[in-house]
């Protein structure tokens, strides 16, 4: 166990901070990743039609396997090509 | 990644109540010379030996105690060995350290011990205080004193990792902050490590001697470098130099910071070969170990409050050292009002590096214009007056100021005759150029550097008619930035 002495003011909890949220979503690519669980599609596709009735672009993604994290390819073009990602989580 | 609490933790140490001990080493010559006498004494006066490197040492004791972990000694505040204690009801009545047959016959009342032996050794220094151990056992003890938050790093992660992805990083890898480290640091300076040495902008975060030596940790610097960081970092704290405008404007600027004094050459720095460039870590860590500060302190961070357009590769860390010697001006330093011989930091707002080439100049006269021209071009030949700067004159330069006899003073004053520029230059749309300043300039004449706006050092390799201009900050002066100087405390 390494122990380090932190060399900021402190003035931000120790548990790493979540990216900040948009404020909104227009003008954003969004991404929509399909972690390759059962019905996970159906979440996703509604969420594909409701984003795209507001005019916002998306754009699709899917896992090879749920067993394992997203290859380092598909996450690089994630990355690449859109602002933010939603995923869904449950069967 | 956690959080703990610095709650104490007792580590157990069990030493006799009443009688003899002594803390001995194999590695010591006196230790071994004493052997006998440590086995008289175990036989005789009930004496407990602990040893600290070798647990079979002295094979005249009937089974030392080994004190490989230290902690025994640690307690004991043993700093040379042999030591010999004696203890009653718990508590330490006496204490002799090295040989000295009077005292330990004193000490243990017993007569006639180590017959041979010469009457006096000295011992050596103590396994439990040397360098790099001393600042494990403090920490084992919990008598760091260190007041920072601990983070706990996962057996499995990666350190770097762990502190890239914290936000601790100018985006190079970091040396690992432990404790130990620090408090190794902190050896480098006298100051108390509470004391707060400034608030650093953004966030106006109290600048401690402890967190800025977390930084410098971080940043690769030597405890002996300390001293020259904790200067630099209150020569930016300093009201004059405006660290939360040199942070938080568009333009180039960061931290350039220049060493003058004995301090150089002791802890190594370069003023020669190369001397703004790559490959010399005092200049590098110190530069870095400021940035830092601002970064994790204050959290002076791009993209955020800082909001340099481009911003430049010295905001990595831009420190190097005049080259004194070499030189037939006096040191900016002195210049700046510190006495000759002290050790001091002068921070400028600056940026880059733009060279002045000129190989054919052989007289002064001929440089200074040369030095002119090029100074003029500083942001912009359309803007006057338009930033401080920072003249670095290289040694083959110098030469041709000295061997004519220019001083220093003489040098500034043809400089900032030369660079006056015709206001009808300047007036914007004129050379083509939409930048520019209001037409009312025609028929005047502007300088290109407010009154004191410019600096001279010396330093660079002996071979190469290169100086070079590091360009400041148009809010150069005390409207904006000025820039400090600051002694170098121990």
């Known amino acids: 166990m390494t122990v ?7 003035r931000s909890p120790t548990i790493r901070p979540r990216l900040p949220r948009p404020e909104r979503l227009d003008g954003l690519t969004i991404g929509l990743l399909d972690i390759a669980k059962a019905r996970g599609d159906v979440f996703l596709d509604r969420l594909d039609e409701r984003l795209q009735e507001r005019g916002i672009a998306v754009k699709r993604y899917k896992k090879p396997t749920n067993t394992r994290p997203a290859p380092l390819p598909l996450q690089q073009q994630i990355a690449g090509e859109v602002n933010l990602v939603i995923e869904g989580l449950s069967d | 990644m956690l959080c703990r609490s610095n709650e104490p933790e007792r580590v157990m140490v069990s030493l006799p109540q009443d009688g003899l001990v002594a803390v001995v080493k194999r590695d010591c010559p006196t230790c071994e010379l004493t052997a006998p006498v440590l086995g008289e004494l175990a036989r005789r006066a009930g004496l407990t030996v602990y040893t600290q490197d ?13 004190d490989l972990a230290l ?17 009653e009801a718990g508590r330490e009545i006496g204490r002799t350290y090295g040989w000295d047959r009077g005292e330990w016959e004193r000490l243990t009342g017993v007569r006639g011990l180590g017959d041979g ?5 000295p011992g050596c220094g103590a396994k439990n205080v040397e360098p790099g151990i001393i600042e494990r056992l403090k920490v084992r003890f919990n008598e760091t004193g260190l007041k920072s938050r601990r983070v706990e790093i996962g057996q499995d992660e990666d350190e770097q990792e762990a502190m890239f992805g914290r936000g601790w990083s100018d985006g190079l890898p970091l040396v690992p902050p432990t404790e130990e480290r620090v408090l190794r640091m902190l050896d480098g300076t006298a100051r108390d490590p509470q004391e707060v040495i400034g608030l650093v902008p953004p966030a106006l975060a109290a600048a401690t001697v402890e967190k800025i030596a977390i930084n410098a940790v971080m940043a690769g610097c030597k405890p002996e470098y300390l001293p020259v960081v904790l200067a630099a970092v209150e020569a ?3 009201e004059g130099f405006a660290m939360h405008g040199v ?3 568009t333009m180039f600027v960061g931290p350039v910071v220049i060493v003058n004094g004995p301090i150089r050459r002791q802890i190594g720095m370069n003023a020669k070969g190369n001397a703004l460039g790559q490959g010399n870590r005092a200049n590098a860590a110190i530069g870095r ?4 500060v601002i970064r994790n302190i204050g959290e002076g961070r791009p993209q955020e409050v800082d909001r340099a357009t481009l911003g430049n590769p010295g905001k990595l860390g831009y420190c190097f050292a005049e080259d004194e010697e070499g030189s037939c001006w006096e040191p900016l330093s002195v210049e700046r009002g510190v006495k000759p011989g002290v050790s001091a930091v002068t921070v400028f707002a600056g940026f880059g590096l733009q060279g002045v080439v000129d190989q054919k100049s052989r007289t002064p006269e001929s440089l200074a214009r040369s030095m002119a021209e090029s100074l003029k071009a500083i942001h912009s030949v359309k803007l006057a ?5 920072l003249l670095v004159v290289c040694p083959e330069h110098e030469r041709t100021f000295r061997e004519a006899g220019w001083s220093k003073a003489r040098l500034y004053e043809e400089l900032y005759k030369l660079c006056e520029i015709p206001g009808e230059e300047l007036v914007a749309g004129a050379k083509g150029i939409a930048e520019g300043g209001p037409p009312s300039l025609a028929g005047k004449t502007v300088n290109k550097f407010r009154p004191g706006g410019l600096m001279i050092v010396r330093a660079g390799g002996n071979a190469g008619m290169f100086s070079g201009i590091i360009g400041g900050w148009s809010a150069g002066g005390p409207r904006g930035s000025i820039p400090v100087t600051k002694e170098v405390r121990p």
Request: net charge negative.
């Open chain 1, 4 to 10: 380090l002495l932190d060399p900021t003011s402190e």
């Open chain 2, 54 to 66: 070798d647990p079979s040492f002295p094979e005249t004791v009937p089974g030392p105690v080994h």
């Open chain 2, 71 to 87: 902690d025994v000694s640690h307690r004991l505040k043993i700093e040379i060995v042999p030591t010999l204690i004696r203890l």
């Open chain 2, 117 to 121: 032996l010469p009457d006096q050794r």
């Open chain 2, 236 to 238: 930016v704290l300093d």
């Open chain 2, 247 to 249: 942070l938080a404007t």
């Open chain 2, 289 to 292: 170990a400021l940035q830092l």
């Open chain 2, 385 to 389: 007056p338009s930033c401080d700067a």
